[in-house]
DNA sequence: TCAGTTTCGAGAGCAGTGCTCTCGCTCATG
DNA sequence: CATGAGCGAGAGCACTGCTCTCGAAACTGA
């Protein structure tokens, strides 16, 4: 992050942003699959082929809305899980918290949630970048278990664990639990989160649930109490 | 499914297959957002615009093709369990052979995983012959509670329980239990175990998890356990 | 049997897409 | 101040979904 020194890369940074603005912007009207890079030029009143001076096609301005997208919905649970911390909330309190503003944030940006946990784009293998940025909404989660385990949780024993090795090395190492009951039981619960938020926005629960909010309250409220949080 | 009569009628069903069966195939090569309705019509021999004969457009062919999807993972759920059925096996082990088969099923036609649960396509309203359809799978799920319930198989006291009324009547009604509490608890573990799937197929899972079919049990049998069956 | 109607496939055409290439102009650096 | 890199504009290619027309084929009822 160095400041751009001549002007040029000061229009450079400054067209890219507005490109990935506007891009951001027409996403939100029609989505992922009718999103235009052509409209996108028209919109700043360039031609098509000047953007790709910025990026190299369609698939890599999608890939750098990713990486924007996954922080935003990072920075919403990091900034949630403080303020349930700062009013000393209990475990599953911050939980609950970190989940509705996840969720929020989805209902509030079908479109970029789609781009992030629905159908991939093809020419997209996650580079370095994305899997951080990606990474700091679960973080937000297993944080809120390692402050549990601090405090003296458990994992309930009579619940099914995980074979310890499944779990990458890095990602069980974030977790303070040797058993890595609570790692394997945190990935589940963050699939499973996500996986809610999904049926509600791509429509699989018309029909099925009446009141989408009360129904994620319970499933938050339902996976903290299976993770033992208190 | 009135049989054709005159050979007109014939060669429309038989076409309107043609057209779907390509199209599938095509799918499967190059995921939904690049299926094309004129490859399609090339693959065929026949020129774009014949197709319009059969399908108002590409969104409504991709429709005909959600339908016949859920029913194919409906139908391997629904035969997974029934040969689970003829072994005697225990609700548990019901439940872990239908998931298995849903898994395997969506691993084998990602593709058409993708239509199913990713993104959904924009001009898409869910039909009532696509809600049929999709029922099936889950309502197999449904069905190992119900048989567990029935053999004296009762929610966890200790777990979180669903407001009754968030919960569709008419869903409701399928499940044996009055306080809902099954009902909650099995929708929220069909959510889970697609999002799980989806997690795996669209590459949340990497750089997190080892081995995919190994960690996919371990849900399946955590989510069998905190449904309570035995 | 035979006119009249419907159904169908082919073709041309329109507006839009992603992407490539070339051509000058402008800015930055030697 | 000159050289080279970066840049925007424009033309062009191959492709897309979709509409329309036209002639041929298949079906219908008298």
Known sequence: MSAPRTARERARAELTQAIKDAARRQLGEVGPRALSLRAVARELGMVSSAVYRYFAGIDDLLTALIIDSYN????????????AVAADASPTERWLAVCHAVRDWSIEHRHEFELLYGTPIPGYAAPQDTTVAAARMPMTLVGICNAAIENGATYPADRPTVEPSLI????AALVDDPSRAFSGRVILAWSGLIGVIGFELFGQYVGVISDYRAYFDYAARATAAELGLP
Do not use: T
Not at 73 to 79: F, I, L, R
């Open 72 to 83: 935003a919905v990072g920075e919403k649970a990091e900034h949630a899980d403080a303020q």
């Open 168 to 171: 990458a090395d890095n990602v």
